[in-house]
């Protein structure tokens, strides 16, 4: 088993930066590949961001690409997600999902999930 738990999501404005932490705790973190997604009400979870267990590749969402970055510390056993420029349509519920594969994108693909944490841009 492992246990995810995010950190760091607020209200922001439009424009603004926030970093979101995943701190991962039970088997060994440095074996899995780790994403983010997000959901907003009404709507599928959506695929941002994956990064390799040993953070040599990730992968990004094209609604992304270039404001945000994914990085992992397997010291610490966390992971993060650098959000820059955000935007309105940015809003959602952030969640970090563990596989033991690779850079996967689809939701069911993942093994272990946190209970997420809330990211608002306001405009």
């Known amino acids: 088993q492992v246990q995810l738990v995010e950190s760091g999501g607020g209200l922001v404005q439009a424009g603004d930066s926030l970093r979101l932490s995943c701190a991962a705790s039970?088997?060994?973190?440095?074996?899995?590949?780790m994403g983010w997604f997000r959901q907003v009400p009404g709507k599928e979870r959506e695929f941002v961001a994956a990064?390799?267990?040993?953070?040599?590749?990730?992968s990004y969402a094209d609604s992304v690409k270039g404001r945000f970055t994914i990085s992992r510390d397997n010291a610490k056993n966390t992971v993060y997600l650098q959000m820059n420029s955000l935007k309105p349509e940015d809003t959602a519920v952030y969640y970090c999902?563990?596989?033991?594969?690779?850079?996967?994108?689809?939701?069911?693909?993942?093994?272990?999930w946190g209970l997420g944490t809330q990211v608002t841009v306001s405009s």
């Open positions: 039970g088997r060994t973190f440095s074996s899995y590949t």
């Open positions: 990064i390799y267990w040993s953070g040599g590749s990730t």
């Open positions: 999902a563990a596989n033991s594969g690779g850079l996967r994108v689809a939701v069911r693909l993942y093994d272990y």
